[in-house]
């Protein structure tokens, strides 16, 4: 299995930035930006800040959590995560009660919350029975670690040209 460099590379980070993306868009529909409430024209503030700050949380613990650099802060910040799923999830309710989503629409963004949900309790029960502790337990080379790794390529590189040497010659 490849070693994962960047929270980017992150299938649940993935899934949480396409339902961000999604709710982000929710509020560039005219039909949700103007509601009518005894003839005067608002726009539901308090409601849209919750729901993209919820969206947000998930995708944003998921990164911080990757990168504080220990497997129990990572844990953490996943919980976080998961818990912003929940809250989205409320959030979409909120948002089908009050008229402000289709139930198509509703369906499909509650299927992205608990594929989010989903896909980030999968990870944290891989990573809690993980050997990984953290970059932050890795220990750093020491010089004479770096100085075997050079020796130890040089000969690769040695018996290599040898290698070639000998084909050259038909010696193969």
Not at 19 to 45: A, C, H, R, V, W
Not at 140 to 148: D, G, L, P
């Amino acid at each position: 299995m490849a070693t994962i460099r960047q929270f980017e590379e992150l299938l649940c980070w993935q899934k949480a930035r396409e339902l961000t993306k999604e709710i982000y868009q929710i509020f560039k529909d005219l039909k949700f930006k103007s509601l009518k409430l005894q003839g005067l024209k608002f726009q539901d503030y308090g409601f849209q800040d919750q729901i993209q700050r919820a969206a947000v949380s998930v995708m944003s613990n998921i990164a911080e959590g990757f990168e504080r650099g220990t497997r129990q802060e990572f844990l953490n910040y996943l919980f976080i995560a998961k818990g912003s799923c929940g809250e989205v999830r409320a959030q979409l309710y909120v948002a089908l009660d009050a008229g402000y989503l289709t139930e198509e629409r509703f369906k499909s963004l509650k299927f992205k919350v608990e594929e989010c949900s989903r896909l980030i309790s999968r990870f944290i029960q891989s990573l809690k029975v993980s050997k990984f502790q953290g970059l932050q337990y890795k220990q750093a080379r020491t010089q004479a670690q770096k100085e075997r790794e050079e020796f130890d390529r040089k000969i690769r590189e040695m018996v290599e040209k040898g290698r070639e040497e000998r084909k050259k010659r038909g010696e193969f």
